[in-house]
């Protein structure tokens, strides 16, 4: 008996298995190749390529005829929210890209050296990559921009280098967090259904207050040293970034704030960076999109997966766990879930 979208299909435990499979061998082999040592270890085996095992395990637990069990997959990888999400990553990659090849972290950088005070370094730092991070949206693309920037600071500052390479790191992952075109924030708020100016407000009521220890922190820690400010500054590379976070706030459509802000970096990258035309405009926005490939792939499997999932219980089956666990602590599920709400929505007043 073939299962309609709209119908609700018998609670199956069973039907996680192809999560459970793509959980233990992406994050066992990142544990593995943790322990051997090896660089980047939850790189080696490509999240993307790790589902693809899930995939096959989903379609064959499947009680369908074989087409209709990849037609459940396609009808799940095709859906609005996982098209709309895949085409915010390739936005956001080609935004990166351009700003990135226009000077804007370089300009970012810059800006921030000729305002911080050298009394200031670690938390001016610490600045620096939250803002890069949140404009940017990834926190590995913002380490990787600063790392650089941060070993000949240390070494110019006497600071050490461990100490500076965690205020980079703390600096990264605030500004991801917050981040309007991060992937995760924009895969958390699509499949939640909520906004993303709805999540920066919650998430700001809890990471603020952490940011503003971390800085503290870092005043209390800091060595002052002679820097070196750097001779110029492109104001106008910066503006790309600024622009992003200043729609985003104000609740404009995030495809028209990706697209303003890569228009904006095109734009700036004609005006002050005499060897980008609109050539290398093209080449970045196509790097850009080559950039996103393992989320965009990834996204569209889980979206696949999960509508197998769907349709063989397995999202039912969570669905009836969670009530039960509810009920065994409130006597009606209801009362429990506005108990639950209230409790989030005390700690968030709390921070705010």
């Known amino acids: 008996m073939t299962t309609s979208a709209n119908t609700t299909p018998k609670p199956s435990a069973l039907a996680l298995l192809p999560l459970i499979l793509f959980l233990i061998l992406f994050i066992g082999s990142g544990v593995y190749f943790t322990l051997e040592g090896v660089d980047y270890a939850f790189y080696q085996l490509p999240a993307h390529v790790a589902i693809l095992p899930a995939v096959i395990l989903a379609i064959g637990l499947s009680r369908e005829r074989l087409n209709t069990a990849i037609e459940q997959l396609i009808r799940g990888m095709g859906h609005g929210d996982i098209i709309a999400m895949c085409l915010i990553y390739l936005l956001a990659g080609a935004f990166s890209s351009v700003a990135d090849a226009t000077g804007g972290v370089e300009a970012t950088v810059n800006l921030g050296l000729a305002l911080i005070p ?38 110019a500052t006497g600071q050490s280098p461990a100490v500076m390479a965690g205020v980079l790191l703390s600096g990264a992952m605030f500004g991801d967090n917050l981040s309007f075109i991060s992937d995760t924030t924009i895969a958390a708020t699509r499949s939640q259904g909520c906004s993303m100016r709805d999540k920066f407000k919650e998430n700001v009521g809890i990471a603020i207050p952490a940011a503003i220890a971390a800085i503290i922190l870092f005043v209390f820690n800091n060595q002052s040293a002679p820097v070196e400010a750097p001779e110029s500054i492109n104001y106008l590379a910066v503006i790309p970034y600024l622009s992003i976070i200043v729609l985003a706030l104000a609740g404009l459509n995030v ?98």
């Open 255 to 352: 495809f028209v704030v990706l697209t303003s802000g890569i228009l904006l970096a095109m734009g700036v990258g004609l005006m002050s960076t005499p060897d980008f035309t609109l050539m290398t405009f093209s080449q970045e926005v196509k790097d850009g999109f080559a950039s996103m490939q393992e989320i965009f792939v990834l996204s569209l499997m889980i979206g696949g997966i999960a509508e197998l999932m769907r349709c063989q219980g397995g999202l039912s089956f969570l669905t009836n766990t969670v009530n039960k666990v509810i009920v065994r602590f409130q006597k009606k599920p209801r009362s429990a879930s506005l108990s639950c709400e209230r409790v989030w929505h005390r700690l968030v007043s709390v921070f705010r």
């Open 118 to 155: 050298e009394s200031l370094i670690l938390p001016g730092l610490f600045v620096i990559a939250a803002f890069i991070s949140t404009a940017m949206g990834t926190s590995m693309g913002t380490i990787a921009a600063l790392a650089p920037f941060a070993l000949n600071m240390a070494t």
